[in-house]
């Protein structure tokens, strides 16, 4: 439900006054005319949803992976439906990720401008910081140097920091009485000169293309532009390795069984084999230590015919279970081999009440910080699936988003938190008969201005823990179904 409200943007009547009045393509049908098919993965569709920009949709911003002529892309396109393309704080975040997605794999990138630019009244929080939105820019010119190809359209309006991502890109077309391209509009050089213009004057396709020289290709109409795109990639010298059509065999089991398996939480958890018997070719898994370490399982398989190491959660992660891991991911490292981390960790565990149980934590945390280095300087390329709890340093062990894993993606189900909210303790009902009157009136009181404030802070916790407040904020790279999994 919530990915039908997001692929409808701004909503049937910003739909209509895009298409219908200002005769644009909306942009999902943008991506089709460009796409060679319909293998187009979508990047953290639900960024933006429900965050405190008052009614604004989404990120008003669409990103994804899809194939031109053959060539693997990155595609970062805006939804003028939602707000006119303005730019908000998570459409720059939303945007910065696809280009550390791009530079990370080399992927050439396709953007499609359709913006007004950055809203304002959030200034503090788009433009001045490093990681805000002047860093698209930087990205670009980096992405030249490292020979990233990149191109544009402008589909609409391309106004203020908008009009810096075309101009920056190798080739950029433009599109005839809808594409329009200047540092601000009309209304302002009104109000500074006096003078009255046209949109087209100052800064249509044929002033950029004729003019100014700022634009590349001049096309008729949308379509003619998005076939400039193709030609255009379709000449470019930029040939990533061929990839192999590999031959696999199916799992054994029907990957829909994983909606069945997906766990509540990580105290009722199911074997995980049970979850990579529904996900590997011929559901064929090569386990590492098998008898050793038993609450982290760690095997080779192949996925889709490539073969991939797999570290996955079978319960809390001990001593002897971290100790196994770090062996396991170095291994990996050291044969150049991706891993896949299926994550379903538990929250902290009570503080040691002995010495004995001291030592025992204490050498747990050594081992996990052995796994933790193990994982964030092993060379190869990592993804993290989120089946479950993300919880406390075990997420970080199990490659959580602070240990830069190449991809991130969560089930519906998963929790992020420091601890979880369902199993806080509670504070026990006080009984009244040592105190009389005025007393006993006075301790109900507190008693349940604290059981206020703790319910407070428990829906509070139990809000921002839900994989869809993750999301909303890019802290991963999408919400998928878990009958999905082996196809992402």
């Known amino acids: 439900e919530l990915l039908e409200t997001v692929s409808k943007g701004g909503g049937e009547n910003a739909i209509l006054r895009h298409t219908q009045r200002n005769k644009k393509l909306f942009v999902r ?141 190798e080739e950029a077309v ?21 003078e009255h213009v046209s949109p087209e004057d100052l800064g249509g396709a044929k002033l950029h293309s004729e003019v100014s020289g700022c634009i590349d290709h001049f096309a008729s109409s949308e379509k003619e532009a998005y076939e400039y795109i193709r030609n255009v990639i379709s000449t470019f010298t930029y040939d990533p390795l061929p990839e192999e059509v590999i031959e696999h065999d199916s799992p054994l089991y029907s990957s829909d069984e994983l909606l069945g398996l997906a766990p509540q939480e990580y105290r009722c958890t199911l074997p995980v084999k049970l979850i990579l018997s529904r996900l590997m070719d011929g559901s064929r898994f090569q386990e590492f230590k098998a008898n050793y370490g038993t609450t982290l399982v760690t095997g080779f398989g192949h996925v889709e015919g490539h073969l991939v190491g797999i570290v996955a959660n079978n319960g809390e992660l001990s001593h002897d279970a971290s100790l196994k891991g770090s062996h396991f991911v170095q291994l990996c490292s050291q044969r150049s081999v991706p891993i896949l981390f299926f994550q379903n960790t538990a929250p902290h565990t009570a503080e040691p009440t002995s010495i004995s149980q001291a030592e025992a934590h204490s050498n747990r945390l050594k081992a996990q910080a052995s796994m933790m280095a193990a994982v964030a300087c092993a060379a190869v390329p990592k993804i993290t699936i989120l089946i479950g709890g993300c919880y ?8 959580g988003r602070s240990f830069s894993p190449n991809f991130l993606f969560l089930w519906p189900n998963a929790r992020v938190a420091l601890v979880d909210s369902r199993h806080l303790s509670t504070v026990p009902q006080a009984g009244d008969n040592d105190c009389t009157g005025d007393e006993s009136e006075l301790k109900h009181l507190k008693e349940n201005a604290f ?7 428990f829906s509070r916790l139990e809000e921002e823990s839900s994989a869809f407040y993750s999301s909303a904020r890019l802290w991963d790279d999408g919400v998928i179904l878990p009958q999905n999994t082996r196809k992402v």
């Not at 433009?174 to 006096?194: E, N, S």
């Not at 406390?392 to 490659?399: A, D, H, L, Q």
């Not at 059981?451 to 802070?457: A, G, H, M, P």
């Open 29 to 169: 049908e943008r991506l089709k005319l460009l796409l060679d098919d319909e293998s187009f993965l979508e990047l953290s569709p639900l960024a933006g949803l429900n965050m405190p920009y008052g009614d604004v949709p989404a990120a008003g911003c669409l990103t994804g992976i899809g194939k031109i002529c053959g060539v693997w892309c990155v595609f970062m396109a805006n939804d003028a439906t939602v707000k006119g393309g303005t730019i908000y704080p998570i459409g720059v975040k939303k945007q910065l990720r696809a280009q550390e997605i791009a530079m990370q794999n080399r992927l050439l990138s396709v953007y499609l401008v359709d913006s007004g630019g950055a809203f304002l009244p959030l200034q503090s929080e788009l433009f001045p910081d490093k990681s805000h939105g002047g860093r698209i820019f930087y990205n670009e010119a980096i992405m030249s140097a490292m020979r990233i190809p990149q191109v544009a359209v402008v589909c609409g309006s391309c106004v203020a920091g908008g009009a810096y991502v075309p101009t920056m890109a």
């Open 174 to 194: 433009i599109i005839d009485k809808i594409g329009t391209l200047f540092l601000a509009g009309p209304p302002l050089v009104k109000a500074a000169t006096g």
């Open 392 to 399: 406390g340093s075990e997420s970080y062990v199990m490659c």
């Open 451 to 457: 059981k206020l404030v703790q319910y407070s802070v």
